[in-house]
């Protein structure tokens, strides 16, 4: 049976009762925020050329969703952390991009996508749900450049407020946000219990 797990804030007023009962910290993750108060164009313009070096960078429309699909069964695989950082799989519904489910990528030119960054819109406010990029071209820049031209577009059509987040062991992607501007404001930590007791008060993460 595998052990229960939960995810909370590092400055839960629970962490420490349950580290003294041999809960285990597995894992780290980290959530960041962005304002346009802290946005530079010039950077993100920058940014988002680079990408330009591999392919189209642009938002994400129905005909570009075969390809994003491809890559996010590609990739599926990939992502660290756990349960506090874990990407469940498009399907071609939740892939669909509307007003309030926005995707920028960058597209080859065989159409394959190479990156793609998913965000959920709500008024003013815009939160990364996933980015990811295919396994050979990895290390070129390709995430940081759909990042930033999401911003970029995002910020025009009025979000003031951006939040994201990651792994601790994902440091590129870390840095990644960090040159776009994003300032980290939390720390989650995922703790296993040490057998399969539970914890009262205590609900098991989904």
Avoid at 16 to 43: C, K, M, P, Q
Avoid at 124 to 149: I, Q
Wanted: net charge negative.
């Amino acid at each position: 049976m595998q052990a229960e797990q939960i995810v909370m804030r590092s400055d839960d007023a629970r962490r420490h009762a349950l580290v003294a009962a041999g809960w285990v910290v597995t894992s780290r993750s980290w959530a960041a925020e962005l304002t346009t108060a802290r946005v530079s164009i010039d950077v993100l313009s920058v940014l988002t050329e680079r990408g330009r070096r591999a392919g189209s960078v642009r938002e994400m429309v129905d005909a570009d969703l075969g390809s994003v699909l491809a890559l996010d069964s590609a990739t599926l695989a990939d992502y660290p952390g756990g349960v506090a950082t874990q990407h469940v799989a498009l399907t071609p519904s939740t892939a669909r991009v509307t007003g309030t489910r926005r995707a920028f990528g960058i597209i080859d030119d065989d159409g394959r996508a190479l990156a793609v960054t998913y965000l959920d819109v709500a008024g003013g406010r815009a939160e990364t749900d996933f980015t990811v990029v295919a396994a050979d071209h990895r290390g070129l820049g390709l995430g940081t450049a759909v990042k930033a031209a999401s911003v970029l577009t995002l910020a025009r059509d009025g979000v003031e407020v951006f939040r994201t987040g990651g792994s601790a062991e994902n440091a590129a992607i870390l840095r990644a946000n960090l040159r776009l501007g994003y300032v980290v404001d939390e720390e989650w930590l995922t703790l296993s219990a040490p057998d399969d007791s539970r914890v009262p008060g205590v609900r098991e993460a989904h």
